[in-house]
């Protein structure tokens, strides 16, 4: 029962699968079958210039999946009760039963015996919502959300070195003006497709590309140089580019003296790290090392962007720092074609980030234990600041707190950490010990298994309001349908709560609308500053760049333009890096290095695109990618299949062998549940500041399966 606004026959909105949120028509059609609705490329959007990948063009079938969920369900709510049958309720019945758990389960343990683990795909109005829920109405710490897994090292170093942090701190058009870009461990071609333009503009212009990665991707295909670097190795290989840019004195020295502090650390840092050595332990040859440097160093602009493949490890903030050195050092930053950036993955990673859904900040990305942020929002919200709980503890971390007995109740609102959680049947172990989980999804997802309570929730067509995309570009997603059976726009959701909770009074809203106005009101003063914009100007000015702190302020697509940085003395912050090693490194039983990542045709735990036909039938379940020499070790006959071990368990997939994956590593992507879930193996250490899991290395011993 999907049913669209009314007397229209063309709806405009946004892709739901990633960062780029590229724009997209729904034009209605007659079938034999009735009408229907046709998924085309927005010209009017500039993000995307008209183009959508493989999931944009199919975004519409999980939307109407026959397995959406319509009415609220509940089953027995007893600890690690799971399997027996749902029974519908109604919206009054499941809100006022949820209230009344939620408050005899704080009456016997405190109020941060309930939690809550968001989304990164929510929309800013419910990301700042439920910060505000979680510490407002519930009057607890603990809240997190599943960007913790995607941007948070990222977001760290970004903060160390620059003093904010802003995905790309360069519009996207900017990629076509660089005249040499380094990618590194980013698959832009699968997971931010129709990005791909922007570098093949700058190909076009000449632009030397450079890929870093363990495997030869799509993306690499389109690279000048490929440097096959073995993970963990990051650290390693920026180390000696920066040895050869200052031992050659290629640096930008003018910018480094005056818009910088910490040459010196650099220097003693890489003093080690020559190109000889580096490649002795790499393999990367040491011409390739010295070209890209000089390359990079010498060109008359240059840009590097990263993603998960260097983030997701325990030295992630590192490894990312010292990318952005390469920036600073060479004085790549704040000037035509130049810039740093961080490919957000999940569709609104960067806003989840901004507004509060951290344990660690408030909205207008304000850290939650400075004193004037907190007298700040706090002033917003109208209560006290002394009501305002304290930092919480990562998303992984809520976990921990669930098995000390500390987390009684949690409440996921569009996410799925049974599947995208590392080591993640110790996830699952914990949630079974939950006195309350309510889920609120479009299905029953792979967590909702687990959950006491399932709400219906909206999707991405159903519900208005504002996200911001990897640039920073802050814009309005309209309502295109009405929300099908008796689901509830998320907000709405949040405030009937909050009203059963006696705190309704502070969520008293009667749009999106009046969210954003007051999440703008709360970000004022603060790093990512929204206070400018309105929905009136994001819909006249196709979005705005944040910071944009007054009503006629353009917005910031450039930033750091003036070389005025964000930390008090207005200088970027250089990081001598002294590569760490991984959490588990490989040894006798486990000799090989395991590593995740995506497949072009799904989006985060599969949710959504393993319910839709066409994605299914192009990539239906993972297979691990393995390099023929350990092949040919294993003896793999054609169909033969693997069996990948590590410390946490065991499982069995199908197989690609590829000469394009490093010797000593195995790929495996993470959209799949159950048997095909690679992250029941992946490891949980977290980075010590940013708190991000190490999805991207463990040591695995392969096996063939099919003839044990
Ligand atoms: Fe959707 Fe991203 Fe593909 Fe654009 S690039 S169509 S936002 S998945």
Known sequence: ????????????????????????????????????????????????????????????????????????????????????????????????????????????????????????????????????????????????????????????????????????????????????????????????????????????????????????????????????????????????????????????????????????????????????????????????????ARGFAKAESGMVLTARGVEQQVNGVEHTLNFINLCLLTGKIGKPGCGYGAVTGQANGQGGREHGLKADQLPGYRMIDDPAAREHVAGVWGIDTAELPGKGVSAYELFDKIHDGEIKAMIVLGSNPVVSSPNSDRAIDALKKLELLVVVDLFETETAEHAHWLLPGTSFLEAEGTLTNLEGRVFHRPQAFLPPGESMPDYKLICELAERLGRGQYFRFESPEAIFDELCRASAGGKADYSGMSYSRLQAEKGLFWPCPAPDHPGTPRMFEDGVFRHPDGRAKLHGIVPGMPAETTDALY??????????????????????????????????????????????????????????????????????????????????????????LTNDALHPISRMPEFKICAVRVERADRE
């Not at 910088?260 to 990367?284: C, L, Q, R, W």
């Open 1 to 292: 029962p999907i049913a669209a606004q009314p007397d229209t026959d063309r709806l405009h909105s946004h892709c739901c699968y990633c960062s780029m949120q590229c724009g997209v028509d729904l034009i209605r059609t007659e079938r034999d079958t009735g009408p229907a609705w046709e998924v085309k490329p927005s010209p009017d959007f500039p993000v995307a210039t008209g183009r959508l990948c493989q999931k944009g063009f199919n975004s519409l079938g999980h939307v109407v999946h026959p397995e959406r969920l319509l009415v609220p369900q509940w089953r027995k709510p007893e600890p690690g009760s799971t399997g027996s049958g749902w029974h519908q309720a109604s919206w009054d019945q499941a809100l006022d039963e949820i209230a009344g758990r939620i408050q005899s389960i704080q009456a016997r343990y405190g109020p941060d015996a309930v939690s809550v683990f968001g989304g990164g795909s929510l929309t800013n109005e419910v990301c700042y919502l439920l910060g505000k829920f979680t510490r407002v109405a519930l009057r607890s710490r603990y809240i997190d959300y599943n960007g913790r897994f995607c941007m948070s090292s990222a977001a760290a170093a970004q903060n160390k070195a620059f003093g904010i942090d802003r995905g790309l701190n360069v519009p996207l058009e900017e990629i076509s003006r660089s005249k040499f870009i380094i990618l590194a461990g980013t698959n832009i071609a699968e997971c931010q497709p129709t990005m791909m333009p922007y570098l093949l503009a700058a190909k076009k212009q000449n632009a030397i590309i450079v890929t870093i990665d363990p495997r030869q991707t799509l993306t690499s295909k389109i690279a000048d140089i490929h440097v096959p670097l073995q993970p963990g190795f990051d650290s390693v290989f920026v180390n000696a580019l920066l040895y050869v840019i200052l031992q050659e004195k290629l640096y930008d020295q003018a910018f480094v003296e005056e818009h910088t502090n910490g040459i010196d650390e650099i220097h003693k840092a890489v003093k080690a790290f020559s190109p000889d050595k580096v490649s002795m332990y790499t393999g990367i040859p040491v011409e390739m090392i010295r070209t890209i």
């Open 591 to 680: 000799p090989y290095i395991l590593t995740t990542g995506r497949n072009g045709s799904h989006y985060l735990s599969g949710t959504q695109t393993r319910r839709t036909e066409a994605l299914m039938k192009k990539t239906p379940v993972p297979v691990a990618e393995i390099h023929p020499s350990l092949a040919e070790k294993l003896l793999l006959r054609f169909g033969d299949r693997v069996r990948l071990t590590t410390r946490r368990g065991s499982l069995v997939f199908d197989v690609k062998i590829s000469k394009e994956i490093h010797p000593t590593t195995v790929f495996v992507p993470f959209h799949w549940a159950g048997e095909h879930s690679i992250n029941r």
